[in-house]
């Protein structure tokens, strides 16, 4: 599989390395507004052409997946242009700033016979199934509560404070919290209660957010782009709990049983090595374009969908409007 990327920026260079590492995907075409910084990374990454526009690579009738690797407030414009020019697509997470553009980016690639995934990529990691295996054994008995936090010190990233350029740690963050949970409680949503701390650029600096589901379940989730945190998931059963080391890239997954005099280990599973991380969402990618889907089974069209309508209700709340929206 010929694979392109579009936007030569830092996660792009994750990308790269990604897929060099991978014997059945071919580093083929970077595309920038820069045609000097396009070279650059084809030298760096061994990419066999490179592109000094996103709308040239486009044109290269070779291309059989492409990666969207702009900010947020560009991926709905050039995912559509990737499908209207009959690629398939691989669009970094969060598909899109809110439910409309998604839906108009599903539609598009349905109508077209096209694949299009969201590159959320602890949906794809192995570790989803570990975990998935682990509730589902009963182990901790009936889970009641989710609990998970995510932060890095990147408030001085453009991207992040810009909200031209849908900034704030909602879309960046926060999109990892709230899969999480999704992941382990579902989606049937009763109530979502959120409230953020601005920046001075009036994007969310950081996230709580508590979501109530009709069973009866809860989750409690915290994102901030101050400061490193833990990054630590809770699972917590009526006779023990699950720690996941690391919600955004699972190392470790920890099974303890209560006990009077402290929490007992029963099980620690460690996470198979990777090349980065992403490799599962490419391999997904290849996999269903093989069989002619326009969707990853992993990450559904309709899962997108529900995950950036909880994001809506989240800013809705926030009161954050974007200016281009």
Avoid at 135 to 153: M, P, R
Avoid at 220 to 231: E, H, I, N, P, V
Avoid at 277 to 282: A, I, L, T
Avoid at 308 to 313: H, L
Wanted: charged share 25%; net charge negative; glycine share 8%.
């Amino acid at each position: 599989m010929k694979m392109a990327i579009l936007g030569a920026g830092g996660i792009a260079g994750i990308m790269a390395t990604t897929i060099a590492g991978i014997d059945s995907v071919e580093s083929y075409a970077i595309g920038s507004r820069d045609k000097k910084k396009a070279e650059d990374f084809a030298n760096k990454y061994g990419f066999s052409k490179s592109y000094g526009s996103y709308e040239e690579m486009l044109e290269d009738d070779q291309i059989d997946l492409v990666y969207i690797a702009v900010p947020h407030s560009h991926h709905e414009k050039w995912t559509l242009a990737a499908l209207n020019a009959g690629k398939n697509v691989l669009c970094e997470k969060p598909m899109a700033v809110n439910e409309t553009q998604v839906r108009n980016m599903c539609s598009l690639a349905k109508e077209k016979g096209l694949l299009l995934a969201e590159a959320i990529w602890t949906r794809y990691m192995p570790s989803r199934k570990l975990i998935d295996d682990i509730v589902k054994s009963g182990i901790i008995g009936e889970v009641k509560t989710v609990s998970a936090n995510l932060g890095y010190k990147i408030d001085m990233n453009e991207r992040m404070i810009k909200p031209e350029l849908a900034g704030g740690s909602l879309l960046d963050l926060s999109v990892y919290t709230l899969n999480f949970a999704s992941m382990i409680l579902g989606d049937d949503i009763k109530r979502i209660t959120a409230s953020c701390v601005m920046t001075e650029t009036f994007v969310d600096g950081q996230d709580n957010i508590m979501i109530e589901y009709n069973n009866g379940c809860m989750a409690s989730l915290f994102a901030t782009m101050y400061s490193l945190t833990d990054r630590m998931g809770l699972i917590c059963g009526t006779e023990g709990f699950v720690q996941v080391q690391n919600i955004n890239n699972p190392e470790k997954i920890t099974v303890f049983s209560p006990d009077r005099n402290g929490p007992k280990i029963i099980k620690e599973i460690m996470v198979p090595k990777q090349i980065t991380g992403y490799e599962y969402e490419v391999m997904a990618c290849e996999k269903a374009i093989k069989e002619g889907l326009t969707e990853c089974p992993d990450m559904p069209h309709e899962q997108t969908l529900e995950i950036t309508r909880q994001m809506d209700i989240i800013r809705k709340q926030f009161g954050i409007k974007y200016p281009f929206e």
